[in-house]
């Protein structure tokens, strides 16, 4: 199978550059030289997606033979439990609040280390260095990695998975926060500071009103990204929608499953589409 | 003022402006005549020498010293440089923010009791009807008109003017240089002024000054300063 899969790849190498030869031929060098490369790039590209099926171990066979075990599950989850919708009312609940807090407290976290993280305006180079630090690790780290430590260190329950969302959106709003900060057009800050105000009123006056509405905007962004996250938070125990879904799977409660997807897809939908509407306003 | 790379961009500049007074620095790309204004308002710092402001030496203040001394000085720029966000009102009243220090502005407020002034300074530069409008829907000249606004909201001693009318239409220029000779002569005020356009120089300013690699070439009352004069700048550089 490997030294089937290794022919393959790279079989058509030697033959398709022999078959551009000869019409290369009648073309100027440059032209030619351009015509190789993009064809290495090509096969190159080809070699690298083949890889992937092959690694991944792509079996399409086993979607058609998968497919009567599909149909079964969907059979046993309708009609979807509509008695369960006051039961599933709070962990819905949850998982929009663990969006809401880790979205309020990533921002409140992320506004002081972006200013410190930005490169023109940060008070002290030592300061830049450590913010940067903590904005890499706190993004590089994943939310659901984030949600593990703190279950194992706060124990089960709703509370891991906000902290987790917290700490992830730090790292994320932090790093954009600090570049809307850098490409701020400094023409007024410079032009209040030669009004003689203080660094604290140039911040507030022309900073803040400079960088506030992008600040907003890439806020209720995180939001949308963060309901979305908290829905799978609750796999590792975090709460929310996620934690139900999971106990309904183990219990085989396929009727309540489908109540939650229905209910997830409406949570999600209202997140986005109420985000993009909000940023509209602010831009 | 020699830059960190050795290139000495200014080299012995020695230039008075007094009250009522409109001088204006004429010179071509690289001269220094930009380097000379941002030395004088210390958004770059000289190497050498002095920049008296009312009798202080803002070359040798720091800190709380230097914004104390820079209160005297105002400066209005190429591009208006107003906070776009914000209303045409509050950008003229963020010029007096420097006197009125208090907990109120330091967060964002803005000094109610200038308000009035503000407004009447808006009049003066005849813009008073888009004290509502926000920043960011201004023309070209009605923002530069603003930004002249706002740096006399500070009641400075000194107006520094940094080509501008460089990005404005001719009309609008003229009724910015109008506006600024108005200012040295009817408010007693110093104008130093950099322009790109001799025409204007030679219009509106008491004194026009050539500059020339970082060299003060001539220094010469408007009325004596003809085109010949004016050619000593350019003349290399358009052989």
Not at chain 1, 128 to 133: K, M, V
């Amino acid at each position: 199978m490997s030294v089937d899969g290794a022919a393959l790849d790279v079989a058509p190498r030697p033959a398709r550059s022999a078959a551009q030869e000869p019409g290369a031929a009648a073309l100027s060098k440059v032209g030619f030289t351009r015509r190789l490369v993009r064809g290495v790039v090509v096969l190159a590209a080809t070699a690298i997606v083949a890889q992937s099926f092959y690694v991944v171990q792509a079996r399409p066979g086993d979607l058609i033979t998968g497919v009567h075990g599909m149909v079964d599950i969907i059979r046993r989850a309708m009609p979807p439990a509509w008695g369960d919708i006051a039961d599933i009312a709070w962990p819905a609940l949850e998982t929009v609040d663990l969006a809401i807090f880790g979205t309020v407290f990533g921002v409140l976290m992320a506004v002081p280390l972006a200013v410190m993280a930005a490169a023109n305006v940060t008070p002290a180079r030592p300061l830049y260095y450590l913010a940067r630090a903590i904005i890499a690790l706190t993004r590089a780290v994943p939310d659901l990695v984030w949600a593990l430590l703190f279950v194992t260190a706060v124990g089960l329950g709703p509370f891991p998975g906000a902290l987790a969302l917290a700490v992830h959106s730090i790292g994320m709003l932090g790093r954009l926060f600090a570049e809307v900060i850098e490409d701020m057009d400094f023409g007024p800050v410079e032009a209040l500071t030669l009004t003689g105000a203080s660094r604290l009123q140039v911040f507030t006056h022309a900073v803040v009103p400079g960088v506030a509405p992008s600040l907003l905007g890439i806020g209720l962004y995180r939001f949308d990204e963060n309901l979305r996250s908290s829905l799978v938070l609750g796999f590792v125990g975090a709460g929310g929608i996620g934690f139900r879904l999971l106990t309904a799977m183990n219990l085989f409660q396929y009727q309540t499953v489908s109540l939650l997807l229905i209910a997830t897809f409406i949570l999600v939908m209202a997140a986005e589409r109420g985000s993009a509407l909000l940023r509209r306003q602010v831009a | 003022m020699r830059y960190p790379n050795g290139k000495l961009a200014l080299d012995g500049v020695d230039l008075t402006v007094r009250a009522g007074e409109l001088v204006t620095i004429l010179g071509s790309n690289g001269s220094g005549k930009t380097t000379l204004l941002r030395c004088i308002a210390r958004l770059q710092n000289p190497s050498e020498g002095q920049v008296l402001v009312g009798g202080e030496d803002l070359a040798r203040l720091n800190g709380e010293a230097l914004r104390r001394a820079r209160l005297a000085l105002a400066m209005v720029f190429q591009r208006a440089n107003l906070v776009r966000r914000r209303s045409v009102l509050a950008n003229v009243a963020s010029g007096t923010l420097g006197r009125r220090r208090t907990l109120w502005t330091t967060f964002g407020g803005l000094p109610a009791e200038e308000l009035p002034a503000a407004r009447e300074l808006l009049r003066k530069v005849g813009v008073e009807r888009l004290g509502a409008q926000r920043a960011d829907t201004l023309s070209g000249g009605q923002a530069q008109r603003v930004a002249i606004a706002r740096a006399l909201a500070q009641s400075p001693k000194l107006v520094l003017a940094d080509e501008p009318v460089a990005s404005l239409d001719p009309e609008a220029a003229e009724e910015i240089m109008r506006l600024l000779r108005q200012l040295a002569v009817e408010n007693g005020l110093a104008v130093l002024c950099v322009l790109h356009q001799p025409a204007l120089a030679q219009r509106y300013s008491h004194r026009v000054v050539g500059l020339r690699d970082g060299l003060v070439v001539f220094d010469l009352p408007a009325a004596f300063c003809a085109d010949q004069e004016i050619a000593l700048l350019y003349k290399d550089l358009a052989a």
